[in-house]
């Protein structure tokens, strides 16, 4: 009879998981988690799917957006979050032409009389300054198309966005970043960068995307 009582137990524990696996998980804000693209094509229209950029922690972080790949309708908005315990940045970045890449460090021109304070004066802070022929310097810097959420449209327009930023992408763009963004709570690490990013798809067709600070990362939301 114990035994008997033993093997029922196991089934149930059995069932439960297998019913666990194949049931998405949704969080309290209503965004629907998903390992692959055949779930996500599965939810209801309505859903707001997102998406993870990066994981792990400082022995083993993750550089990988999850799911890689994401089916959705037209309407439908997509979100990227960083789900990382550390303060390792990602981006969200969509090249539409490839004239518009953007590197994370960019060389500028600069008076040579231009004097460079480091905040706070007593850190060890210095920057990158490259003589010129016409006695001008050139500076390499942070480049903010690649840091602040950034749209370039058809015209070449260039549209800065504040961090958290939700985006309609119309089709005619060329350039859309999420700029860097971090767990909750790490973004004073990078004073200026965000938590999230979300975009509505109302075109259909093929994205892809890839994270600029990490251009290996790299995924695709297509949309029907």
């Known amino acids: 009879m114990k035994n008997n009582f033993v093997i029922a137990t196991l089934i149930m524990q059995f069932v439960f998981l297998i019913w666990i ?5 949704t969080n309290h804000q209503g965004f629907v988690y998903a390992q692959d693209s055949q779930q996500l094509s599965q939810q209801q229209n309505t859903a707001s799917i997102k998406v993870a950029a990066g994981g792990g922690n400082d022995t083993g972080p993750l550089t ?16 990227w979050y960083n789900p990382t315990t550390v303060g390792e940045p990602h981006t969200v970045t969509f090249i539409f032409d490839n004239t518009t890449y953007a590197g994370v ?14 905040l706070p004066p007593v850190t060890n802070n210095a920057p990158i300054l490259l003589p010129n022929k016409d006695g001008t ?36 763009e060329k350039y859309v970043n999420s700029g860097w963004f971090l767990p909750k709570g790490l973004e004073k690490e990078y004073p200026g960068s965000g938590n999230t ?26 949309v029907k």
Request: charged residues 10%.
């Open 21 to 25: 696996a194949g049931t998405p998980a």
């Open 64 to 79: 990988l957006f999850l799911p890689s790949k994401v089916d959705i309708k037209t309407g439908q908005s997509v979100t």
């Open 105 to 118: 460090v960019s060389p500028l021109g600069v008076s040579n009389t231009t004097k460079f304070v480091p």
């Open 137 to 172: 310097n050139t500076i390499i810097a942070l480049n903010a198309r690649t840091f602040n959420p950034t749209v370039i449209d058809s015209s070449g327009n260039v549209k800065s966005m504040n961090p958290n930023s939700n985006y309609t992408i119309v089709g005619t």
């Open 197 to 222: 990013f979300t975009i509505t798809f109302e075109k259909p067709g093929t994205y892809n995307y890839i994270c600029i600070l990490h251009p290996w990362m790299t995924g695709s939301i297509i």
